[in-house]
């Protein structure tokens, strides 16, 4: 059984940086498709951004967060800096156990397994 597990929100202000974590166990993590979303309240899960071999974005973040990987302790990471108010929402891990290379997999109906989500804050 595949579970997935985020962790690292909380509250900072805008300009500021958080690094979130997502810790998979169970299945062959090297060979997963990880993606983060978010969802503010009120509007639809968003994609953020995912790594297979390399990592891809979504527009509102892209030269700011960056997503990485590490296969050995079965970890992905979402690095965010510069953090606006309109950054604030849930961050989900979520996880696909096969991808295709040169395939971008941005939408939510992609993935398996999800994480309970994370509350990232950005003040004004």
């Known amino acids: 059984q595949v579970q997935v597990v985020e962790s690292g929100g909380g509250l900072v202000q805008a300009g500021g940086s958080l690094r979130l974590s997502c810790a998979v166990s169970?299945?062959?993590?090297?060979?997963?498709?990880m993606g983060w979303f978010r969802q503010a309240p009120g509007k639809e899960r968003e994609f953020v951004a995912a790594?297979?071999?390399?990592?891809y974005y979504g527009d509102s973040v892209k030269g700011r967060f960056t997503i990485s990987r590490d296969n050995a302790k079965n970890v992905v990471y979402l690095q965010m800096n510069s953090l606006k108010p309109e950054d604030t929402a849930v961050y989900y891990c979520?996880?696909?156990?096969?991808?295709?290379?040169?395939?971008?997999?941005?939408?939510?109906?992609?993935?398996?397994?999800w994480g309970q989500g994370t509350q990232v804050t950005v003040s004004s």
């Open positions: 979520a996880a696909r156990e096969r991808y295709y290379p040169g395939r971008y997999y941005k939408n939510p109906d992609e993935y398996v397994y």
């Open positions: 790594i297979t071999r390399s990592g």
């Open positions: 169970g299945g062959t993590f090297s060979s997963y498709a």
